[in-house]
């Protein structure tokens, strides 16, 4: 990754990032250009002619690169139309969108308007997420590839402050585990299973200074999950030759008493052929990413340990592969849930809410909480509904979705509150079990949301995040967010764990 240091002195790298916006009065339709240098002042005159010249516009996402003055090179990274401050999540993306186009380069100095810690913090974390790339398999087109900008000084008159540099520190936290859940999306199931991703995690947590961090982590395996009753997970994971894994990972502050106590449930399906129901081939590449939530609540765990934060986290990670055998869960099969559900299985590519409704009972067993969280690529409708960038979030409890939607907001990631219309709910009325593993195709999201609710005790506040389209991108690299694997909502629950021990 991307190392992140601070400066206020002079500029010791050959390049320099410095951010370009846009004004526009509403008599003259014809925008003017601003150069913002942070703390650093440059005698703009001659640049802003160069780059009109250039046709710049100051958008967000264009970056533009000019032999420099003092240094080698100068990048302008668009800020978008002029503000009298900023908007956090503006500097982040700019911020990444300039280290993405210095892949290759070993170092860069970033001045962006920063008056803010938070924005300060905000532009690092660009930095780390937008240097991140993706090379573990590429042996002969390596020659052609260029390595993440090697490092980033971020440059700012606060860099004394010992605020600023927990920032940059925390920063460097969040582009870490960030990046670790892109590494795990983008690797495809040929390597990365059920039982390497808990082998994986086993290591990070050892990494992570285990014991001594408060991190403890657990694993069960597919004979102790069938001895155990998780029939949601043994029946998702029985077509595969890759068994089915139950992955717990602890934290538990060490001298600081947990002011909050929270589960998360990440869905972990590192392959979703769709089982019997087969999906069509065209698009199904994408489907290894369907353990984007597993590897968001896992990473997120060791990021709040990492910044010894005072809550208590309980993360689960339900793993299977759903695969086609002879084997395989058959559409009108009976199982039964851990905690004694019956579910008829009617269609074995809703597999995700039959894994989690698993993990979600587990998670509330002998534990006083106050709250849980699971985070889930659930349903193609969700993408149909709220798009690839936005994620949704669906509660038994307001207040709980509100303080979420506020934190996750002031992190940069976008979710929308979604209904769980009640009258959907006895679409999944099954003639023979409990319930069905699917009811209603219109409103499919909510219906997901509906079936997982089922598995809550009423009382306790749970949120179900479907990051379906954002988890995983498959068009074009903007901001901060590369292609494949983005890492979307860990910085949420990070913040969310934050916002616990300032509470
Ligand atoms: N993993 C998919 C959902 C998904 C779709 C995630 C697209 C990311 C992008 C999930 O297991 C699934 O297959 N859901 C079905 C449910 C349907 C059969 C009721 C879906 O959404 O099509
Ligand atoms: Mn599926
Ligand atoms: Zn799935």
Sequence with gaps: MTALRLSDGIIKDEILVIGLSYKKSLKDSKATLVIESGDIALDTKKLLQSLADLGATGKCDEVIKIPGLTTRLLVFTGLGKNKTT???????????????????????????????????????????????????????????????LKSATIHSNLANKAEAKDAIKRAAVIGEYTNLVRDLINTPP?????DSFCKEFTALVKKAGGATAGLKVSVMTESQLKSKGYGGITAVGQGSANPPRLLQISYTPVKAKAK???????????????????????????????????????????????????????????????MISDNATRPSDIITMFGGKTIEVLNPDCE??????????????????????????????QVVALGTRTSAIMTNNQDFSDHFFSVSKSVGEAFWPMPLPVELRASLDSPVADMANTGERMGGMM?????????????????????AGPAYNEGDPYGYTPVGGTGIALRSLVALAQSAAIS
């Design 447 to 467: 219906v997901a949301g509906l079936f997982l609710n089922e598995f809550i005790a009423p009382e306790l506040p749970w949120l179900h995040l479907d990051i």
């Design 260 to 322: 909050k106590s929270y589960a998360f449930v990440g869905k972990g399906i590192t392959f979703d052929t769709g089982g019997l129901a087969l999906k069509p081939a065209v698009g199904m590449e994408a489907m290894k990413s369907d353990m984007s939530g597993a590897a968001a609540v896992c990473a997120a765990t060791l990021a709040i340990a990492l910044m010894k934060l005072p809550v208590a986290i309980d993360a689960y990670a339900p793993l299977a592969e759903n």
């Design 86 to 148: 900023q908007d956090d999540e503006i500097l982040r993306r700019a911020a990444g969108a300039a280290a993405r186009s210095l892949a290759g380069s070993t170092g860069a100095t970033f001045s962006l308007p920063a008056k803010k810690i938070s924005t300060l913090e905000a532009i690092a974390q660009g930095v780390a997420l937008g240097g991140y790339t993706f090379n573990k398999f590429r042996v002969d087109s390596m020659k052609e590839r260029q390595l993440s």
């Design 352 to 381: 995700g809410r039959l894994v989690l409704g698993d993990a979600l009972v587990k998670a509330q067993e002998n534990k006083k909480l106050d709250g849980i969280i699971d985070v889930a690529t659930l349903t193609g409708a």
């Design 190 to 194: 040929s390597h990365l299973t059920p």
